[in-house]
């Protein structure tokens, strides 16, 4: 009797222990979903640094390229919309120090990380540095001036802000990886937690099927919530298992795959890829389960040759073994071709195509250290078009070019494409033969001048086309440098136009009694 009196009030006692427990774990959860939404509070603000770092590169490079296409004579360029480009590159670099608004609109924290905040500092004093030499070649814009020290230092502040800005942009990716990966971490916590409140749920609260069934749609809920923000990106994310196979890719992925209405159940990485990138990419996944480390590498496919910054990351259960490996994708093309488009810019005369000085130097040095390392002679050439002056002042700017670039092109016809040809000066050309080890310069010479006769004799041409060569060898036995080179072969050419004024000769910039020649 005295049993069945106490017997309510145990149940009762147990009904308050679970609707308690339900509110540890509901508390838990909550705390669990605040630290999710810190985390993202924390990746878009991470986000919106990483777009302005971006930004910042990409308008200083915009920037840059119109200076060099106004200091090449471009008359197109607007000087004050150039200024503009410029001001808004300094107000970025200035609110990674400070904060604020910028061009896209979003308010940015100002950068945090003491390693990061220094590389911004350095930016900002490189900006200014920028500035004031930027000036300088503006003041002294001149055609006989192009390669001045300004402009060396001009480019060479240009490259260290452009380095430190990817050096900033590196690292924030890599730490807005590492936070998604923290992020679903906690994502897994929340599901766990939302499972045990739902099975205490059922156990306890059996005849309150309705609150289970809204507790199971605001998980479906979170769920896709996270698949949307997966699908969003426009980088691809996939998942793969240690055998590598397919255990999830994001829409993006499946679409550049070709896979948006096939099946994943039972595809692997090499049923969709080469063998050669099947092998690599199983290196890749092998080292991520060996080490439990993320790794990074940058990849092009074969698939259609664009570039990718590709990281593994692992998966690990609640034991701390790893599971999975989730890789992110980032394409990277479009900075690859801007970068060997600068590279590019940065090595070729825009003219006449040739190397300019800077290619011509980098080109010759690498040959020379191959040359003393075989022990191989190599000769330099060192070329003057003759009477350009004569040519501009008589028939103008426009015809001085015209020589020039046809100068260029009778170079290019007589030598080979390997040899290095290069337009280092005003009217200044040099040709670096490349593999020739015996003495066939007069050969070459002799070629040469029938070139430019039978040029002079094939155009119409208002004067004829001739030009003053001097040759230097370099000889490993006795080695020395490039600039040593070229003082040996500009010595030998001014020679030769010693011994031609004392000889009689037409006047090459004077058409000819019956015509062009």
């Not at 039972?266 to 690599?280: A, F, L, Q």
């Amino acid at each position: 009797m005295l049993e069945k009196n106490i017997s309510p009030h145990k149940g009762f006692w147990r009904w308050e222990v679970g609707i308690l427990a339900i509110c540890v774990f509901g508390l838990i959860s909550m705390g669990l979903i605040l630290g999710i939404n810190y985390i993202w509070e924390q990746q878009v603000r991470d986000f919106a640094l990483v777009d302005t770092v971006t930004d910042l590169r990409k308008d200083l490079t915009t920037h840059h390229l119109r200076v060099e296409e106004y200091m090449n004579g471009d008359t197109s360029i607007n000087l004050e919309a150039t200024r503009d480009i410029f001001m808004g590159v300094k107000k970025l670099a200035r609110a990674l120090l400070t904060g604020g608004q910028v061009q896209t609109g979003f308010s940015i924290a100002p950068v945090e990380d003491p390693a990061l905040r220094k590389q911004a500092e350095e930016i900002n004093l490189l900006m200014n540095k920028l500035e004031e030499k930027l000036l300088l070649r503006l003041r002294e814009k001149h055609p006989a001036n192009a390669g001045t020290h300004h402009a060396a230092e001009y480019h060479q502040l240009f490259d260290e802000i452009i380095v430190r800005a990817g050096n900033i942009e590196d690292v924030m990716e890599r730490d807005i990886i590492t936070a998604m990966a923290e992020f679903r971490k906690l994502y897994r916590i929340v599901l766990v937690v939302w499972a045990g409140i739902i099975i205490g749920a059922v156990v306890i609260f059996s005849l309150l099927s309705n609150k289970r069934q809204r507790s199971e749609h605001e998980l479906q809920a979170v769920q896709e919530k996270y698949r949307s923000l997966v699908d969003s990106t426009e980088d691809s994310i996939y998942l793969v298992d240690e055998a590598c196979n397919y255990l999830f890719m994001n829409r993006k992925h499946r679409k550049r795959l070709g896979l948006e209405d096939v099946s994943l159940s039972g595809k692997s990485y090499e049923d969709i890829h080469t063998p050669e990138e099947t092998e690599e990419f199983k290196k890749r996944i092998d080292q991520v389960c060996r080490t439990g480390s993320s790794s990074q590498y940058e990849h092009q496919s074969l698939r259609d040759g664009r570039y990718f910054i590709q990281t593994f990351s692992p998966v690990t259960n609640a034991e701390g073994a790893i599971t999975a490996v989730t890789v992110v994708s980032k394409n990277i093309s479009d900075r690859r071709q801007m970068e060997n488009e600068l590279r590019a810019l940065s090595l070729t005369d825009e003219l006449t195509g040739l190397y300019n000085r800077r290619g011509f130097l980098t080109l010759a040095e690498q040959q020379l250290r191959i040359a003393g390392r075989l022990n191989k002679k190599l000769y330099l050439l060192a070329a003057d078009l003759d009477d350009l002056k004569i040519i501009n002042d008589t028939f103008g700017h426009q015809e001085g070019d015209s020589a020039l670039v046809e100068t260029a092109n009778i170079l290019r016809d007589n030598f080979r494409e390997s040899d290095i040809i290069a337009r280092i000066g005003g009217d200044e050309f040099v040709v670096m033969p490349i593999e020739m080890t015996d003495d066939r310069s007069e050969v070459i010479l002799g070629r040469l001048s029938q070139g430019f006769e039978k040029n002079n004799q094939k155009n119409s041409l208002r004067y004829r086309i001739s030009i003053s060569v001097g040759v230097a060898w370099y000889d490993p036995e006795q080695p020395g440098s490039i600039d040593q080179l070229l003082a040996a072969a500009d010595n030998a050419m001014y020679e030769q136009k010693k011994l031609r004024k004392l000889m009689p000769a037409q006047s090459r910039s004077e058409p000819a009694p019956d015509g062009p020649s």
